[in-house]
């Protein structure tokens, strides 16, 4: 999986259809390929949702009571003051500053050795994009040691 993210996706889509359960000890995953369903765990059925307490944990550090950590109507409350920021204007005013996070992380990733974390290059990638479009700027070297926090020991 770490050697092609998208081939190995792909290949449980079309062997395993849209959910794919995948258990990487000690947690479970289910990967959700169709963006309907998606929407619908995300949004219809939100409130259902079990999350990593773990990240929650070191993200509440970070981020407080944001909407990236809120739950239930909190999170519903805060979504709904934010909508309006994610009009398709303002999305594409942020595309420049995505494609220039994603280009800088893809030219560190063909250098390293064939066994790296993904997971954790995408999850720092992904955090740099949000700080960018919320901030203006990215973390730089704290979001390694952001990343490294909410790893188990």
């Known amino acids: 999986m770490s050697r092609d993210l998208m081939g190995t996706l792909a290949d449980w889509k079309r062997e395993f259809g849209d959910l794919v359960h995948v258990r990487t000890w000690p947690e479970h995953q289910i ?74 992380a893809f030219a560190q990733w063909p250098g390293r050795e064939d066994a790296w974390p993904i997971e954790n290059e995408l999850t720092s990638l992904t955090m740099e994009v949000i700080l960018r479009m919320m901030f203006s700027s990215g973390v730089g070297g704290e979001a390694q040691q952001a990343e490294e926090a909410v790893q188990p020991p």
């Open 31 to 104: 990967i959700v390929s169709d963006p309907h369903l998606a929407r619908e765990l995300l949004v219809g059925q939100a409130d259902a949702l079990q999350r990593w307490e773990r990240a929650l944990t070191v993200y509440r550090r970070v981020h407080g009571h944001s909407v990236l950590i809120a739950e239930g109507q909190a999170w519903r409350e805060k979504r709904q003051a934010l909508q309006p920021d994610f009009t398709r204007k303002s999305v594409q005013a942020f595309s420049p500053s995505i494609v220039e996070a994603a280009r800088q």
